[in-house]
T-cell receptor, first 116, second 118 residues
Framework: DTGVSQNPRHKITKRGQNVTFRCDPISEHNRLYWYRQTLGQGPEFLTY????????KSRLLSDRFSAERPKGSFSTLEIQRTEQGDSAMYLC??????????????FGPGTRLTVL | AQKVTQAQTEISVVEKEDVTLDCVYETRDTTYYLFWYKQPPSGELVFLIR??????QNEISGRYSWNFQKSTSSFNFTITASQVVDSAVYFC???????????????FGKGTKLSVKP
């Protein structure tokens, strides 16, 4: 039983470039969450999916950010025209929602983004 | 509005000391969930415990124990006989009930960095 995986683990990019991160959740989990964590802070919620439907987006998710989960399995998070303020750890988590009861969120190792 | 406060930014103890990490939360919901996660230097958040608002029983798991008190909106975490491997950042988190038991996203505190020295 593998956990949540994220790729790449590290990404260095220049300001203005686009970047895309991938998250593979625990196989039977139907919910997938994205969080962002900056240095010295707790993770902050960005968005989440139930199967392929994106059900909630935070105000932190500006127009430059887009997330998809096309087949209800893996998800991608794209940041367009990156800015230095986007430098952070991007965390993915998954959980199982069954009959209105949601299990615990389990996190992946994160993708650390550095924008130069 | 929901909020989690971890007032202790950093704590340093010597191995074998007991240490308590404080967590105070705010929510207007009557049904909610509380969590503790550990983030070692490697960066991955590791789930430790989950509590729902109707279960005020304290819990013990090995050297770890949790004290949930709704009257003071606190969910404190104690490590007994700390070890060097306990060194990490510990996060307390809150999740509201969306509809009939379905959890929403997690709201985290800023974390407490615990350093256990040999």
């Amino acid at each position: 039983d593998t956990g949540v995986s994220q790729n790449p683990r590290h990404k260095i990019t220049k300001r203005g470039q686009n970047v895309t991160f991938r998250c593979d959740p625990i196989s039977e989990h139907n919910r997938l969450y994205w969080y962002r964590q900056t240095l010295g802070q707790g993770p902050e919620f960005l968005t989440y999916f139930q199967n392929e439907a994106q059900l909630e987006k935070s105000r932190l998710l500006s127009d430059r950010f887009s997330a998809e989960r096309p087949k209800g399995s893996f998800s991608t998070l794209e940041i367009q025209r990156t800015e230095q303020g986007d430098s952070a750890m991007y965390l993915c988590a998954s959980s199982l929602d069954f009959g209105g009861q949601t299990d615990t969120q389990y996190f992946g190792p994160g993708t650390r983004l550095t924008v130069l | 509005a929901q909020k989690v406060t971890q007032a202790q930014t950093e704590i340093s103890v010597v191995e074998k000391e007991d240490v308590t990490l404080d967590c105070v939360y705010e929510t207007r919901d009557t049904t909610y969930y509380l969590f503790w996660y550990k983030q070692p230097p490697s960066g991955e958040l590791v789930f430790l415990i989950r509590r729902n608002s109707f279960d005020e029983q304290n819990e013990i798991s090995g050297r770890y124990s949790w004290n949930f008190q709704k009257s003071t909106s606190s969910f404190n975490f104690t490590i007994t006989a700390s070890q060097v491997v306990d060194s990490a950042v510990y996060f307390c988190a809150l999740s509201e009930d969306q509809y009939g038991g379905s959890q929403g996203n997690l709201i985290f505190g800023k974390g407490t960095k615990l350093s256990v020295k040999p």
